[in-house]
């Protein structure tokens, strides 16, 4: 009483209080929902709720601040889904993800759009629900990666059509949403959505890396500056797709995935986009979807009856389409259920093409309501059965080991690393997905050139290799080394050796992962031309292996004078090839 | 808003509203019905499905009524005469003030403006309008969509001098537990997304549909 008298209290007015309830929540919300074992995105929408209109009210109708930042996090969540996507493995899998993609679009397209028309929806309404139900979510993809089977072909083709359905259930929004809001004909409406499409295409995919090969290439070693970028490029794409009247959200997805090279998944930069996006972005997006969640509209009947609708059409649709990937694509049971609870979980895409069906009034509060039971139900779904079909699949043999799962590239204090050397080990690391992890190693009386790192980085960067150069600083370079691969937990070490010296340190070493030495490569460019091992007696297999993996795309060959990379074994003398731009590489074996 | 009589109603921006609503569902005809503000937002509709009378949703109406989205932004503004200004909210304490009795507006004079001599209580915007006309009062408080249309067909002679802080949407509002709530709700918003409600607006208000006029009217702010 006494301090009321004394000080005139009064409601936060600013921002500061509706922010401060919805952080609250960020970290609240998860943390309480995972002791009940359900997902965390789950304790998300019901702190939204909570804290909402229909809930508390701490967060009002009224309040657009959230909603909006809530929009932002949606065009990232879609940003983040295209960067993600391993394009790598998309490709490798292309005639099932062709197959399955096609049905496990089709099928719940067609049982959505047949239960939209059902409930009494006109057709642009009932088109817009089919897509959003084909379209798809990687929530279990993580669960299963960490289970070891990520490169399981089923799991492959399950990654590669979320490609696919996410961009047509886009590409469908774009349309309906053009058509819906647009004052002109249908004609008019599908030519300027072609239109929009084709710009939107040429944008990302021929002008933002152009951009931003060049910006990173400039400015790359400014971590701020290559985090701001790549949310400018989101903005950007998702401002154009608006231009002509098409959802940011597609615009968002499509940047992601032209920048998807630029940025890997295991690299700083993509450490701090996932970084933003957990943290921040997408919890507020979720929240955000939490406070439009009316409780009284949810209990419903009606809500509920569309609610058991929805999820027949859904699940009815995809796991259809899983079970015709065993006369199809020869699948097995285990496979087929992997692909069926890779494919049910409806968050992103389904959440995004909701909400624009609900603000260009084609979807009203119990069809939002009722797609967000849909939600929590294959979200709880797919948690849940996911561990079982994936422990069922079969154990793959890996007759290639891991190579190049971890690769050190090693330069010296004062060495400038070359290009080829740095395309060398990422051709090495790609062979297994891996990732390169760039080393200065110095010996204690060396000098070292730091500003040198910097560049080194951002020439890194735009071969796709987004990492932090370490620096060792030990006895010698030789232990340096080897303490580096220990350190790093590496699986082969690349070493830019152009004189030989660390050929001539290590040659005698004791390693346990092989140890390439680079030198040749006299214009500094990585040729793409024809790889040989040269290995005279020894036939080893650790040879070979590397051998195959450096040609990749390239033919290996007997011949030595039509070579442009040679392998051979440490130790050995490089064959003389005259004046030809040929890279040499020494391998130390691992556990000589 | 709307022009003409309950029998032969001329135009504006609500009745047009209906219009197109009734268009959007099939239905033939959109009848007029004239009930006391005051009724309206004790929740007595009569026998009318939907209620489109500059109404904002307050904790109060939920009670009695049921509400859509908004459907306009509408903010507190100043008619006042020609050659009246309000440049700030010191002036406009010293105005004198007329206002609807069951509005928000009334409590937000009483609150935020704090006049410093006593509010003329009116029934309707024409009544508010007409003090202001007559010089019975300095200035009317009604929301910018309503103000800025009375004061384009005055003439000249009235003018709106500045609008204050305040989201104050105004929404429909249909009988408490009506069946219609959700599906009109959609169709404005399919109205807000196509253009439908800004474009009558424009047309019958002068205003954009976030409340923001032609001739941008001044902001009078109200915190220090």
């Known amino acids: ?592 | 808003m709307w022009t003409g009589t309950p029998k032969h109603p001329t135009g504006g921006f609500e009745y047009e509203l209906a219009h197109a609503l009734a268009k959007h569902f099939g239905l033939a005809h959109v009848k007029v019905r004239v009930i006391p503000f005051a009724k309206l937002v004790q929740g007595h509709l009569g026998d009318a499905d939907l209620a489109l009378s500059d109404m904002t949703p307050t904790a109060e109406r939920e009670q009695v009524l049921d509400f859509t989205g908004p459907y306009l932004a509408a903010t507190p503004a100043a008619l006042v005469r020609a050659g009246q200004s309000v440049p700030d909210l010191h002036a406009a304490q010293a105005l004198t003030w007329a206002v609807g009795r069951s509005t928000t507006l009334l409590k937000f004079l009483n609150d935020t403006i704090q006049p410093s001599s006593s509010t003329l209580l009116t029934s309707s915007q024409h009544e508010t309008t007409e003090a202001v006309e007559r010089h019975k009062v300095d200035a009317g408080l009604l929301d910018l969509p309503i103000a800025s249309a009375i004061a384009r067909a005055s003439g000249g002679k009235l003018h709106v001098a500045g609008q204050f802080e305040l989201n104050d949407d105004v929404a429909a509002a249909l009988p408490s537990g009506s069946d219609n709530v959700d599906a009109v709700d959609t169709a404005i918003r399919r109205f807000e997304a196509d253009g439908t409600l800004s474009d009558l607006a424009q047309r019958w208000l002068g205003l954009s549909v976030n409340g923001i006029s032609d001739d941008q009217v001044p902001l009078i702010r109200t915190e220090s």
Not at chain 1, 531 to 538: A, P, T
Request: aromatic residues 8%.
């Open chain 1, 1 to 592: 009483m006494v301090i009321a008298q004394l000080v005139h209290l009064e409601a936060p007015k600013g921002p500061a209080f509706p922010f401060l309830v919805l952080f609250v929540v960020i970290v609240a919300g998860p943390m309480i929902i995972e002791k009940f074992r359900f997902p965390g995105i789950i304790g998300l929408l019901l702190g939204g709720l909570l804290i909402g209109p229909h809930g508390l009210g701490l967060v009002g109708g009224g309040n657009t601040t959230v909603p909006d930042l809530g929009q932002v996090g949606l065009l990232y969540l879609m940003f983040v889904a295209g960067l993600e996507l391993d394009l790598r493995m998309v490709k490798a899998h292309r005639r099932a993800t062709a197959v399955y993609s096609t049905m496990t679009f089709l099928l719940p397209m067609t049982f959505g759009t047949l239960a939209g028309f059902a409930v009494g929806f006109g057709p642009s309404a009932a088109l817009l629900l089919g897509s959003l139900l084909a379209s798809h979510t990687l929530v279990v993809y993580p669960m299963i990666r960490e289970m070891g089977k990520g490169d399981d072909p089923a799991v492959a083709t399950g990654v590669g059509a979320t490609v696919v359905t996410d961009t047509l259930t886009l590409i469908v929004l774009a349309v309906i949403s053009g058509i819906t809001v647009g004052n002109s004909g249908g004609f008019e409406i599908a030519s300027q959505v072609i239109v929009g499409l084709i710009a939107l295409v040429a944008g990302c995919f021929l002008l933002l890396p152009v951009f931003a090969r060049f910006f990173l290439g400039r400015f790359g070693t400014a971590r701020p500056s290559r985090y701001v970028f790549a949310l400018v490029a989101m903005l950007a794409a998702a401002s154009l797709a608006e231009v002509f009247g098409i959802e940011g959200i597609v615009g968002a997805f499509f940047a992601g995935l032209a920048l998807n090279r630029l940025v890997p998944n295991e690299g700083d930069l993509m450490e701090r986009i996932e970084f933003f996006g957990g943290a921040v972005f997408i919890p507020v997006f979720l929240v955000s979807v939490g406070l439009i969640i009316d409780p009284s509209v949810m209990k419903d009947p009606e809500t509920l009856r569309l609610a058991a609708i929805f999820i027949v059409a859904c699940f009815g649709g995809k796991a259809l389409a899983a079970l015709l990937t065993r006369p199809f694509l020869g699948y097995r049971w285990p496979e087929v259920g992997v692909l069926f609870s890779l494919t049910i979980p409806q968050a992103a895409a389904t959440l995004a093409a909701t909400i624009v069906g609900f603000d260009i009034g084609l979807f009203s509060t119990k069809v939002v309501n009722a797609v967000l039971v849909l939600i929590v139900v294959s979200l709880i779904l797919s948690a849940l059965i996911t561990p079982v079909f994936t422990r069922r699949l079969a154990v793959r043999e890996t007759s290639t080991g891991q190579l190049g799962r971890r690769v050190l590239l090693v330069l010296g204090g004062e060495t400038q690393l070359r290009r080829g050397v740095a395309e060398l080990a990422q051709r090495l690391a790609r062979s297994d997905d891996g990732i390169v992890l760039p080393v200065v190693v110095a010996g204690e009386n060396e000098r070292t050139d730091e500003s040198s790192w910097r560049q080194i980085e951002a020439m890194l960067v735009l071969l796709g290799i987004d990492r932090s150069v370490g620096v060792f600083i030990d006895d010698s370079t030789a232990i340096g080394v080897r303490h580096a691969a220990r350190s790093f937990d590496c699986t082969a070490v690349v070493i830019d050796d152009p004189n030989g010296a660390f050929h001539d340190a290590l040659e005698d070493a004791h390693v346990a992962v092989p140890i390439l030495f680079v030198s040749g490569l006299t214009s500094g460019h990585l040729a793409k031309g024809r790889v040989q091992s040269n290995d005279g007696e020894r036939d080893s297999g650790t040879l070979l292996d590397l051998t195959r993996r450096l040609a990749g795309s390239t033919a290996t060959s007997p011949d030595e004078d039509h070579c442009d990379l040679i392998v051979q074994p440490a130790g050995t003398a490089e064959p003389d090839v005259g004046d030809r731009d040929v890279t040499f590489v020494r391998v130390l074996s691992g556990g000589d």
